[in-house]
């Protein structure tokens, strides 16, 4: 399956972005789909997943209460909505996708499938 990324880009701190990432396959809704984020030097890290129902969702400590991640199966595409932005969610943002659900969600070596990234920076 082939992700694609896009609502990147420069935000004030406080401010909001919404990412979107839109997949190829049509069985896009036996996926679960996540969102990592890698800022430089730094190793990537899981922000939020959303089970192909939407009925299950999990969040970093760090995003949570200011992140919400949703998906549209119809449309193939899953978001993260980036509310209270600080310069520390400055990073690289990717989407990511599996269809094991026994293993970490939280892990990288959990998705088999990955997106090109999208740049988020927030301005203090």
């Known amino acids: 399956v082939r992700l694609v990324e896009s609502g990147g880009g420069l935000v004030q701190a406080g401010g909001s972005l919404r990412l979107s990432c839109a997949a190829s396959e049509r069985t896009f809704s036996i996926y679960t789909m996540a969102w990592f984020r890698q800022a430089p030097g730094k190793e990537r890290e899981f922000v939020a997943a959303t089970s192909w129902s939407a009925d299950n969702t999990n969040y970093a400590d760090s995003v949570k209460g200011r992140f919400t991640i949703s998906r549209d199966n119809a449309k193939n595409t899953v978001y993260l909505q980036m509310n209270s932005l600080k310069p520390e969610d400055t990073a690289v943002y990717y989407c990511?996708?599996?269809?094991?659900?026994?293993?970490?969600?939280?892990?990288?070596?959990?998705?088999?499938?990955w997106g090109q990234g999208t740049q988020v920076t927030v301005s203090s």
């Open positions: 990511a996708a599996r269809v094991d659900t026994t293993t970490d969600y939280a892990r990288t070596s959990s998705y088999a499938y």
